[in-house]
């Protein structure tokens, strides 16, 4: 059967019995429909936290088609659950751009899914559309404020870089001119749209803390300068009221459950090659406040996810992992070692051993963070015992435990080994991670670190754009921010086309933007698309829904 079909075939259980199953009264939480809810952050208690396990799902860089850390992710947790442990998923929310692309959904796969899946792959509980129109509030507020001849700024349409969003991948909205038509419709200059997990306002929902904590980062969105040279704040337009208010629903993280009836929390969705790549901050604590272990992932390879997740999220947050789960999968290796995406179910031991190097520098990299790593092999059909075994082998030999998951096919029993593995890992092991770099550095230092030591570059060059860049983050005292840096995910290095574990080679800085909001600078590396295309055969064409109302082709 197919992701949805098996989806489907599930009995529901009410979202207020899942509650129950956390120790919530039904009464608190708040319900959109029989089966979503959202969680008052009351519920997040602090004290609660403490002695808690927070297991993160991270993978080697991924084939376009991605590796299954969610799916991973829930059938571990399911497994957890199954073998005593009271455990909670806390994951990502999806972006239509994925679903209606070339991914799909991102609410895992076979019998290891969170449920309902075409609610959670489509509008879910509103939270996207929230982000999107408080980030175009702003837009249109700067818009007029350029327009207008009494409560004007000053701001220098030039030097302003916020631009729309929305929630789809369409390569025509990427570079446009507004404020044609005449002097009645604004003051014409260029802009375009990013997709709306690109947000700054993604980015800040998912890091703060409290509302008021919310409110007040939307206010230091960085939004340009005067024609006098003065820095322009969103605070300096009165727009974060406005956007708070907008947003004081998708702050609450929501709840939902794995086909197994085990809960699940969902909430924010920013990616991992352009942003943090994590879910928010308040659902994580959720999570933990409620149960005694949680599994969360970081999107793409761990160079990106589990690298920001470490140094952005963990360090803002004050929180500390037990254990890391690295997938890896053998279709992923042999794309890696130079076969065809289309070839990847051919056995191919030689393209294997050739690929094998990606899989040894994640590990390499997760023992930089001095965290208890584990490797999940995500078993798909067509692999051999093989293939399989000479990848047991290569994690033997760098000293690495590693277990074969089926959990597409056999949901969480098909994980109860790698449960058993991880959750003696993470009750056992004495490891102390800690980050790779300190925030107090330069940002040059901090993106040299990265660079060298998670993707293995040679060395750093700066474009004369990042270079002023550079010298404009100091002048705005914003040099002590983390850096959040954007990369390609389909190599280690900036440029796509290098696979495996590439050597020698120089990442090119070519600008950097300033998410003050967000708390951190976005140094930008090769080319990436913040706003993604369609591919030439688009996964929409394949969603239907019929008199009834059952929706079709969603995966």
């Not at 994951?91 to 070339?102: A, K, M, T």
């Amino acid at each position: 059967m197919t992701d949805i079909e098996i989806a489907n075939s599930i009995s529901l259980k009410p979202i207020t019995e899942i509650a129950r199953k956390l120790g919530i009264d039904p009464e608190v939480i708040e319900l959109y429909g029989k089966y979503k809810a959202k969680l008052p952050l009351e519920l997040i208690q602090p004290e609660k936290i403490q002695g808690k396990h927070l297991i993160l799902v991270s993978a080697i860089s991924p084939t376009p088609a991605g590796e299954g850390k969610t799916t991973i992710s829930i059938g571990l947790s399911e497994g957890l659950n199954r073998i005593g442990k009271k455990t909670t998923v806390v994951l990502r929310e999806p972006s239509l751009g994925p679903v209606f692309g070339i991914k799909g959904g991102a609410t895992g796969g076979g019998y290891s899914q969170v449920l309902p899946m075409e609610d959670i792959n489509l509008h879910f509980t509103g939270d996207f559309n929230a982000i999107e129109k408080a980030h175009n509030l702003l837009a249109a507020l700067i818009d007029n404020n350029i327009q207008s001849k009494t409560s004007t700024l000053g701001l220098d349409p030039r030097t302003v870089t916020w631009k729309r969003v929305m929630d789809m991948n369409d390569r025509s909205l990427r570079h446009i001119i507004v404020g044609l038509g005449g002097t009645s419709s604004g003051i014409p200059r260029e802009t375009g749209f990013d997709i709306t997990a690109a947000s700054e306002i993604m980015a800040i929902l998912c890091l703060s803390e409290s509302f008021p904590d919310l409110k007040e980062r939307l206010g230091s969105i960085f939004i340009g300068y005067t024609y006098d040279k003065q820095p322009v704040y969103a605070r300096d337009l009165k727009a974060h009221g406005a956007m708070a208010a907008l947003l004081k629903d998708a702050i609450k993280p929501n709840l939902v459950q794995t086909i197994e009836g085990n809960p699940a929390i969902i909430h924010g969705g920013p990616f991992a090659n352009i942003a943090q790549g994590t879910n928010s901050i308040l659902a994580t604590k959720m999570g933990l406040s409620l149960s005694d272990f949680v599994v969360t992932e970081a999107g793409f390879g761990f160079d990106l996810g589990a690298e920001k997740f470490f140094d952005i999220k963990c360090v803002k947050a004050g929180l500390s992992p037990s254990a890391v789960v690295l997938v890896a999968t053998v279709r992923a290796l042999k794309y890696h070692g130079g076969m065809k995406i289309e070839d990847l179910k051919e056995k191919n031991t030689t393209a294997l051993r050739a690929g094998i190097g990606n899989l040894e520098k994640q590990i390499e990299n997760m023992k930089k963070f001095h965290i208890c790593p584990i490797v999940a092999l995500n078993k798909f059909i067509t692999d051999t015992d093989e293939e399989i075994q000479i990848i047991a082998e290569k994690c033997k030999e760098l000293d690495v435990p590693m277990e074969v998951a089926e959990v597409w096919e056999k949901g969480g029993k098909g994980a109860e080994r790698l449960a058993t593995l991880t959750a003696r890992i993470a009750e056992q092991c004495t490891c102390q991670w800690q980050p790779l770099y300190d925030w107090n550095w330069s940002i040059e230092k901090k993106i040299e670190t990265i660079a060298k030591e998670i993707y293995g570059a040679a060395a750093i060059d700066y474009t004369a754009q990042a270079k002023s860049d550079l010298k404009k983050i100091k002048a705005l005292g914003l040099e002590k921010l983390p850096v959040c840096i954007a990369k390609t995910q389909k190599s280690l290095s900036d440029n796509p086309k290098l696979l495996g574990r590439p050597k020698d080679f120089v990442v090119t800085v070519r600008q950097i933007e300033i998410a003050a909001g967000a708390g951190f600078v976005i140094p930008i590396t090769g080319e990436i698309m913040r706003m993604p295309g369609l591919p030439d055969k688009p996964a929409a064409e394949n969603i239907d829904i019929d008199e009834n109302g059952h929706i079709s082709g969603l995966f």
